[in-house]
């Protein structure tokens, strides 16, 4: 079969559940399935020359995406694994495999406890000997759920989203027959795509592109101990039973081995998932996915004069090989150890991948449609910081001076009243009418009457009113000098009146 490269951009977060429920804590995917990409092409499905082939053969295989480092694919640490508790993975780490009685009573003599590696990401250096620990930042942000008959947040409904961070690099492969169109493959997975959860919200959009820089082949033929097969998942593995149901007991058969090799569940490491996955053209979920966890390492013991055919094993195990399951590395080097069962791999921490690591300049440029969107956000943005720093400056300066003796007498209420006109009204003028109006004798005889004074503004009748005599018409000057200057007078009356209300606030405590 011939291997496609692409490496994947992510232009934004992206959310990737591990499973469809709906409710309660959801875990969060470290890796991108190979679903992903089948879904991806899928969506031209009728354009498929030969569909049966592309979708739902083991003729076209898309891989998972794992994170890369200066072009080099991540493989998840094999939970063979174990380093002393409490130190870090840089530290001494022994693999369980070579662990035997004699080890394991040495290390109990002299109090050391192991605990086994379960996350982090190697990429594997040029000298297949050593390799750098990655750990993936993860953001979490919580959203609540949209009531359209109300306009507001529904009641009750919060939702927190896990997310893999904007600007880290990918890799996936795409494994295709001979007999394959890889033109069809790879004009609907190059490009900009939206993938996960969310993708009508700000979460989902990616950059995937194909390349040609060769990944490292970590198999080797050293069995251990010459009589021991070591298998490591690099992917999720998925078997079925005689009777043609999931089974987490897999046998030699399962790994396209014969009769002369038998599964070591003890010297083994292994870890298991259940979920259903969901098919958004049928709207149904499918059949659950009874799996082994990337970073299970199976260990077959050589019974006889067996032997293994590398080839059947490195083309893929058990079921799903579509959605990127089945794929093995066998007798890695990073599973190697001394006598001592201590590990021949070098690993150095690496800083963790985070969303800086891509420019927000070049997610702008990437797509000139986005371009236009988000410049336009982002010159409203900036006026609105502007306007802000504007607002609080002058307030600041309206609090000193002259203006205390101005509205000295001025309650906090009266002021709140001043801030709820603010707020209610459509506009600046509406709130000028509002609070400064003067209506004009209504009778022919000209004398101003009780309904006259009720109709005017709120600061020019009342018991209150003899109290803002003596600053009202400074107020009215401010506003209007800040509606000339910077047309955002009612926002400015809002936050007036707020700071104002707790001046008058504290005066009063005294």
């Known amino acids: 079969m011939k291997r496609l490269v692409f490496k994947m951009t992510l232009l934004t977060d992206v959310v990737i559940h591990a499973d469809s429920a709906t409710e309660g804590e959801r875990k969060t995917l470290d890796f991108i399935p190979g679903s992903i990409f089948l879904g991806l092409v899928a969506n031209k499905y009728d354009q498929a020359a030969n569909p049966y082939d592309i979708f739902h053969s083991n003729k076209v295989r898309f891989g998972d995406a794992h994170p890369a480092l200066n072009g080099n694919?991540?493989?998840k640490a094999p939970l063979s694994w174990f380093i002393k508790k409490g130190e870090s993975i840089e530290s001494e780490r022994w693999v369980h495999h070579y662990l035997n009685y004699d080890v394991l009573s040495n290390l109990i003599d002299k109090g050391i406890q192991l605990k086994q590696?379960?996350?982090?990401?190697?990429?594997?250096?040029?000298?297949?000997?050593?390799?750098?620990?990655?750990?993936?930042?993860?953001?979490?942000?919580?959203?609540?759920?949209?009531?359209?008959?109300?306009?507001t947040s529904a009641e009750g409904k919060l939702y927190g989203y896990k997310s893999l961070g904007r600007g880290t690099e990918w890799i996936f492969y795409v494994d295709i027959d001979e007999s394959i169109n890889e033109d069809f493959i790879k004009s609907n997975l190059v490009g900009h795509k939206h993938i996960g959860k969310s993708r009508s919200a700000q979460y989902g959009k990616v950059e995937i592109q194909m390349i040609d820089?060769?990944?490292?082949?970590?198999?080797?033929?050293?069995?251990?101990?010459?009589?021991?097969?070591?298998?490591?998942?690099?992917?999720?593995?998925?078997?079925?039973d005689e009777y043609g149901q999931p089974t987490l007991q897999p046998t030699a058969h399962h790994f396209n081995l014969d009769e002369n090799w038998s599964l070591d569940w003890s010297k083994s490491q292994v870890m298991n998932s259940v979920y259903a996955p969901y098919n958004f053209k049928n709207r149904a979920f499918l059949n659950d996915r009874v799996c082994f966890e990337k970073g299970s390492v199976f260990v077959f013991e050589k019974i006889g004069n067996g032997d293994y055919n590398s080839r059947l094993l490195r083309k893929g195990v058990g079921e799903y090989l579509n959605e990127g399951f089945g794929?093995?590395?066998?007798?890695?080097?990073?599973?190697?150890?001394?006598?001592?069962?201590?590990?021949?791999?070098?690993?150095?921490?690496?800083?963790?991948?985070?969303?800086?690591?891509?420019?927000?300049?070049?997610?702008?440029?990437?797509?000139?449609?986005?371009?236009?969107?988000?410049?336009?956000?982002?010159?409203?943005k900036e006026q609105e910081y502007d306007n802000e720093k504007y607002?609080?400056?002058?307030?600041?300066?309206?609090?000193?001076?002259?203006?205390?003796?101005?509205?000295?007498?001025?309650?906090?209420?009266?002021?709140?009243?001043?801030?709820?006109?603010?707020?209610?009204?459509?506009?600046?003028?509406?709130?000028?009418?509002?609070?400064?109006?003067?209506?004009?004798?209504?009778?022919?005889?000209?004398?101003?009457?009780?309904?006259?004074?009720?109709?005017?503004?709120?600061?020019?009748?009342?018991?209150?009113?003899?109290?803002?005599?003596?600053?009202?018409?400074?107020?009215?000057?401010?506003?209007?000098?800040?509606?000339?200057?910077?047309?955002i007078g009612l926002e400015?009356?809002?936050?007036?009146?707020?700071?104002?209300?707790?001046?008058?606030?504290?005066?009063?405590?005294?």
């Open 327 to 380: 794929q093995v590395i066998i007798n890695p080097t990073f599973l190697e150890a001394d006598e001592t069962a201590k590990s021949n791999y070098t690993v150095t921490m690496e800083k963790s991948i985070s969303q800086n690591a891509l420019p927000l300049l070049s997610i702008i440029q990437s797509d000139p449609k986005f371009e236009n969107q988000f410049s336009k956000w982002l010159s409203k």
């Open 117 to 151: 590696i379960r996350y982090g990401w190697i990429t594997p250096d040029d000298d297949s000997k050593s390799g750098k620990f990655l750990s993936l930042n993860k953001n979490f942000a919580i959203k609540s759920a949209y009531d359209r008959i109300r306009r």
């Open 391 to 487: 607002i609080y400056k002058r307030v600041s300066e309206f609090k000193k001076g002259e203006n205390k003796e101005f509205f000295a007498r001025i309650t906090p209420s009266q002021w709140g009243q001043v801030r709820a006109v603010a707020v209610g009204s459509k506009d600046f003028n509406e709130m000028m009418v509002w609070l400064f109006d003067d209506i004009k004798p209504s009778s022919p005889d000209g004398i101003r009457r009780s309904q006259d004074k009720a109709n005017s503004g709120i600061l020019m009748h009342g018991k209150t009113e003899k109290y803002w005599r003596k600053g009202r018409d400074k107020l009215k000057h401010e506003l209007q000098q800040v509606e000339k200057e910077k047309k």
């Open 213 to 240: 820089t060769p990944q490292k082949d970590l198999s080797s033929t050293k069995l251990f101990n010459d009589k021991y097969l070591v298998v490591y998942a690099e992917s999720r593995l998925a078997f079925f």
């Open 73 to 75: 694919r991540a493989f």
């Open 492 to 510: 400015y009356a809002i936050v007036l009146a707020a700071q104002m209300q707790k001046v008058a606030q504290k005066k009063e405590n005294k």
